[in-house]
Each structure stands twice: as C-alpha cells, then as structure tokens.
C-alpha cells in the first residue's frame, strides 16, 4: 500500500479555477503520513479538520495582495486517489 501526501491549494479569489493538487511525499503506511501532517501542524498555524469521509486534514488560509485561496494537506490511499 502506498499513502500518499497530498498538498491542495483552492482559489477564493478565483472560483471558477480548478484546485492545484501536489503530490508531496509517499510513505508505505498511514501512521507514518499521519506523523507528518503531526509535525506540519507543529510547524504552521493550520486547523485540523475532517472530511466527511472521516480523513483528517489541516487547513490555513493563505491571504496574499491579489490572491486568497484555501490550503489542505490530507493523506490518502493511493487506490482512492
């Protein structure tokens, strides 16, 4: 099994643009993904929320000049990607 995770950038300024989806680093299993999104949320102000399939995030909203958008890293399966 590969887990993968992923950085997911959504535009509030631009609604109509499709999301930006990174694949950021891979782990062979979810507590090791989890681990990281553990030291991310250390490292940045970012909220944990859920999704309604119960997969955890963290979220921060970015608030540039010209360009406010949504930040997510989630972990997920690579068979549900």
């Known amino acids: 099994m590969i887990i993968g995770l992923l950085y997911i950038v959504i535009s509030l300024s631009e609604p109509t643009k499709p999301p930006l989806v990174y694949f950021t680093d891979s782990f062979d299993d ?3 993904c989890q681990k990281k999104i553990d030291s ?3 490292m940045i102000n970012a909220k944990e929320v859920y999704d309604e399939e ?3 995030m963290l ?3 970015n608030r540039e000049v010209y360009q406010e958008s949504m ?3 989630v ?3 690579k068979k549900k990607l």
């Open 30 to 32: 979810m507590s090791k």
């Open 59 to 61: 979220v921060i909203e």
């Open 75 to 77: 972990c997920k399966n």
């Open 54 to 56: 119960n997969n955890r």
């Open 71 to 73: 930040i997510y890293w």
């Open 40 to 42: 991310l949320k250390e």
